[in-house]
């Protein structure tokens, strides 16, 4: 009673035990996996999923560009009968020659309002050149739209938090968490690579019997191209180059099924695509309508009368998962240029929780002979150096808890490494109180001093592992930062458990050791004289 | 529990001939290791595909690599066990782009008839990433070894800054000569034990030093050496306990972390012992080699406090004059 009375209450005890206790609070939804309160989630090295780095090739984005103005001005020339010699175009240019020099100015005229060319006039002939300018914003809408849609279609999968974000300036990372199976992450793959690019487009009746004879040039002289069936690549189809209509009249496609009860894909058109449908079906009654989807025919059904409503079926042998997939991409949107993976990290479940148990295992291991041995070597001094350690855990728990981190292996890692090294503060500090005893020094003059003397060594060396784990987040990459966020909270944690508390802890006992004058029980060291 | 009792300073100086002849003999050694045998470059910087395969039983290697020849995607693939006898990686030297049919997606197909097996992992980094990631990885050990340089040389002097820096450089060398000797896949993890080592050996060598900047400030004694002696054998408790604690921890990573984790372990566990033997026997003799000066430090030291009490003074003055 009279002891517990001395018992010094000091602002350091107060605050470290704030810590403790916001320490287990803010650890608990993560350590009991409670239902409310944030959480750390777990590494895709840790409960499997697929990470992947993806370039968008944007080459083709411009190139596209420039396909659609060649396409505007072959459109705008046959309609105002203007002759043109020769238009061709490659990435990043258009050239061709007007016949007749009168025309020169009509077509100027008309050119006036396509952005982002450079128009350059020599006499009759015609050289287009994307801008700089034109060409970096091209590039850039391709990666945003890329996001955008990859993003789209990824929420639409079922998974529980897909990430899709940009890295650097072209690439874009899709982090997967949870992914089960091969069969998940098959489908997951194919649904961010589609690019659902969708096509109406009339098949060439006059011609379309020798098809099987034609070649693609042969085609291409009469404004044709040859498309493989998508089932059965023997069957090919002709069919005018310039689309009907394509995907980006479309408003809505979701899936359905047909009389055989099979799945297929309904799809709305919007009031433009609705009207070019309607007035196209009307007047090629008895032709052929091929559905165009990435570059091969799913069907060309017969036309059997005008189709108003601007509403169409894609039918196709197809599984339900398939027709759910192709509905949501369809649904997102095209992708503008194609993509292509940089890097993929891929790992399965059971591998994630093998590597829980195995860095588990190091972890308790590693705990228990430190905690030992502090015990053993330093007595009360090192159950006092224990409790920091122990605190030091809940708190690195609880911070990345609230900050919604990241834990991966690496990570798991780093936590392995501060048991061993955040007790070394407490073994620089109590070994100068061991000194400063052995030389005579009253418990309170020890402590105090020792503490003092210990603090510029710990801080000059904590501050140079930060500076080692800063630059190893902001160099590293995905598992790696993990680690270099474990050790920095450790650290950090450990000034204030290491340092701060167990000073507090001492100047609590302070009376009580200076009364049983035990150093050997209190520091672990023989009487000083 | 007492492992160092204080009674007089060991005489460490005085063994720094021999133990310089040691760090060189391995300082050689390990880049005779470097230049000839090199360092194995894994996936993540050298570019390429790891695939992780579990099978229910022993994996039937002889058969999987006779399966492995149908496509030239595999060409100079190897195929080594991974922990257990039931658990292989295949490494290759490509890597393929396609997002739906990936280098993983044609080994499982070619593994077919191999067995009841499980793809548990498959990693493909492309040649890009992987330039990109080993242009990052050396940018990062450049940039903490700066950092840390400027942060030592502003706490203490340049020659303390200059010799920690060369104990690290002595240690990453050493370490790395370890890790090409065993042939162990370089990929981050080994880049981040680096940088872990950098800052642990550090840590060593700064409570070193930090003791000799007391001693240097206080003693009487100008003798440099003795000072480091007496600076060493004092904390010698301290470096010896903690090497200990962190050796436990990293040798538990090492024994149980698993495989995935065996080449960051290993290379901490060379760093531990390394890095404690650099901060006594490697970064404190070189002060005494770069000719470090107690009285010189001692005049100006002096010349410090006597400028600041001077600034103080004047400031004093100023304050009164303007009041």
Partial sequence: ??????????????????????????????????????????????????????????????????????????????????????????????????????????VKNYLKDTTGITIDVNAESFL????????????????????????NRLDQFGLAEPEVARQGDEKILVQLAGIKTQEDEQRARELISRAAKLELMAVDENRAARVQNMSHADAAAYGDIILDDVKNPAIKYLVREIPILDGGMLTDASMGFDQNNRPLINFKLNAEGAEIFGDFTGKNVGKRLAVVLDGKVYSAPNINERIGGGSGQISGSYTVEEAKDLAIALRSGALLAPIYVMEKRSVGPSLGADSIEASMMALIGGFVIVVLFMMLYYRAAGVVANIALIANLFIILAVMSLFGATLTLPGMAGIVLTVGMAVDANVIITERIRELLLEGKSIHKAIEEGYANAMRAILDANITTLIAAVVLYAYGTGAIK????????????????????????????????HRSKNNKFWFGIRESK | ?????????????????????????MLVTSLVVLMTKGLNYGVDFAGGTIVQVKYTADAPIDEMREKLKSNELFDGASITKFGSADEVVIRMKSATSSITVDIGDVTREALVGTGEYEIRRVDIVGPKVGNELKEKGIMSLVLATIGILIYVAFRFEWRFAVASILALVHDIIIALGAIALVGLDVNLDVLAALLTLLGYSLNDTIIIFDRIRENVTDSKNTELSEVINESVTRTLARTTLTSLTTFFVVFMLFMFGGEIIHAFAFTLLVGVIVGTYSSIFVASPMLLWFGFDIKAYHVKLADKTKREAEKEKMREQFESGMI
């Fill in chain 1, 482 to 513: 993990g680690f270099a966020i474990t050790i920095s909270i450790g650290i950090l944690a450990s000034m204030l458990t290491a340092i701060l508390g167990t000073h507090g802890i001492y100047q609590l006992l302070e009376a009580r050791i």
């Fill in chain 1, 128 to 151: 287009l050149e994307l801008t700089p300018e034109e060409v970096i914003r091209t590039q850039k809408q391709a990666v945003d739209q890329a996001i955008e849609t990859i993003r």
């Fill in chain 2, 1 to 25: 529990m007492e492992f160092f009792k204080y009674t007089r300073p060991f005489n460490f100086m005085g063994k720094s001939k021999l133990t310089l002849t040691l760090s060189i003999l």
């Fill in chain 1, 1 to 106: 009673m009279q002891e517990s009375m001395r018992m010094k209450l000091n602002y350091r005890t107060v605050i470290f035990v704030i810590a403790i206790v916001f320490g287990l609070f803010f650890s608990a939804p993560s350590l009991l996996q409670l239902k409310d309160g944030k959480k750390i989630t777990l590494g895709l090295d840790l409960q499997g999923g697929l990470h992947l780095l993806l370039g968008v090739k944007t080459e083709e984005a411009t190139k596209s560009r420039i396909k659609s103005i060649a396409a505007s001005i072959k459109h705008f020339t046959t309609r105002e009968d203007i002759l043109v010699d020769f238009l061709t175009f490659d990435e990043s240019s258009i050239t061709f020659t007007l016949l007749d020099g009168d025309d020169v100015k009509r």
